[in-house]
């Protein structure tokens, strides 16, 4: 019913920039609240940043000052700008959405595959 696809991950240095995109498709009638997360090897998926529909934002600490979330609502779309990268940024980024199925009353989370992000010189 619903599809979040990530894009944009890749390789870059330390103090590079990436900018992730996710877009989110399907019967979708309204998304609430968007956000990225990210995963460590071996560790919890844990949230990096999360955007309302009127653009309310929360970032994690460690990411404060260098990532920017922004949204597209006309397009159903989630950015993450990533500026002065570190290698301790290195790992698997997944979006999510709060969606409203056409039909429905409720909201679900939706989660895409993820993108990889390396870090490194």
């Known amino acids: 019913q619903v599809q979040l696809v990530e894009s944009g991950g890749g390789l870059v240095q330390p103090g590079g920039s990436l900018r992730l995109s996710c877009a989110a498709s399907?019967?979708?009638?309204?998304?609430?609240?968007m956000g990225w997360y990210r995963q460590f090897p071996g560790k919890e998926r844990e949230l990096v940043t999360k955007i309302s529909r009127r653009g309310n934002t929360n970032y994690g600490d460690s990411v404060k000052g260098r990532f920017t979330i922004s949204r597209d609502n006309a397009k159903n779309t989630v950015y993450l700008q990533m500026n002065s990268l570190k290698p301790e940024d290195t790992a698997v980024y997944y979006c999510?959405?709060?969606?409203?199925?056409?039909?429905?009353?409720?909201?679900?989370?939706?989660w895409g595959k993820g993108t990889l992000v390396t870090v490194s010189s």
């Open positions: 399907g019967l979708i009638f309204s998304i609430n609240t």
């Open positions: 999510n959405g709060d969606v409203q199925v056409f039909g429905t009353e409720d909201y679900a989370v939706y």
